[in-house]
Nanobody, 121 residues
Framework: QVQLVESGGGLVQVGGSLRLSCVVA????????MGWHRQTPGKQRELVAQ???????NYGDSVKGRFTISADNAKKTVYLQMNSLKPEDTAVYYC???????????????WGPGTQVTVSS
């Protein structure tokens, strides 16, 4: 069974930094992409950043220039370096990944349980 295990969330002051990590637990055949979305109460989940297995990245407009996504496919891990944090970055951050499993016969997106990031002013 495939699971995503997130770590690195917490409380930080405005202007501070945090680094989120997410590792794939379980057997997968290959990775298509991995990344992060976030959600606050009453709002839809929104893109933070995604990275493909080839290294192409995509960022949400609100985090461009402040957040950096990176991945280590061999370790099945994705990272999100968050700098210059603002109160509006406060949210639950969800790791996700588009994986091929069962020797490539299946493909679906998996989601982690989420990790809370709180930026205090």
């Amino acid at each position: 069974q495939v699971q995503l295990v997130e770590s690195g969330g917490g409380l930080v002051q405005v202007g501070g930094s945090l680094r989120l990590s997410c590792v794939v637990a379980g057997s997968i055949f290959s990775i298509n992409d991995m990344g992060w979305h976030r959600q606050t109460p009453g709002k839809q989940r929104e893109l933070v950043a995604q990275v493909t297995s080839g290294g192409s990245t995509n960022y949400g407009d609100s985090v461009k220039g402040r957040f950096t996504i990176s991945a280590d496919n061999a370790k099945k891990t994705v990272y999100l370096q968050m700098n210059s944090l603002k109160p509006e970055d406060t949210a639950v951050y969800y790791c996700n990944g588009d994986f091929n499993t069962d020797w490539g016969r299946e493909r679906r997106r998996y989601w982690g349980p989420g990790t809370q990031v709180t930026v205090s002013s």
